[in-house]
Nanobody, 124 residues
Framework: QVQLVESGGGLVQAGGSLRLSCAAS????????IAWFRQAPGKEREFVGG???????YYTESVKGRFTISRDNGKNTIYLQMNSLKPEDTAVYYC??????????????????WGQGTQVTVSS
């Protein structure tokens, strides 16, 4: 059974930083693709960034240069470092995992396991 647990969300002022964590059990991260998605109230879930099974990171344009994804294989944990946060980054953030054939996918339909989400609120 695969389980993903996000943590690290909270309230931060614009320009601040947060680091989200996604801890996995039941699946070895370095053999799968992992991505972060977010969903704001009244909006569809959108791709934020991901790290492929080979370690390549990729991001949506709006977070490039501000967000960084990293992986600690020993802890089976993925991190999302978010800097220079903006009010429009406010959302529930989810991590999700996909099989190797979906390398660098940003389509939520290709991700088969999801965490419960963690709230990020950026005040102006």
């Amino acid at each position: 059974q695969v389980q993903l647990v996000e943590s690290g969300g909270g309230l931060v002022q614009a320009g601040g930083s947060l680091r989200l964590s996604c801890a996995a059990s039941g699946r070895t991260f370095n053999k799968y693709n992992i991505a972060w998605f977010r969903q704001a109230p009244g909006k569809e879930r959108e791709f934020v960034g991901g790290i492929s099974w080979s370690g390549i990171t990729y991001y949506t344009e709006s977070v490039k240069g501000r967000f960084t994804i990293s992986r600690d294989n020993g802890k089976n944990t993925i991190y999302l470092q978010m800097n220079s946060l903006k009010p429009e980054d406010t959302a529930v953030y989810y991590c999700a995992t996909a099989g190797m054939i979906y390398s660098r996918s940003s389509d939520p339909k290709n991700f088969d396991y999801w965490g419960q989400g963690t709230q990020v609120t950026v005040s102006s």
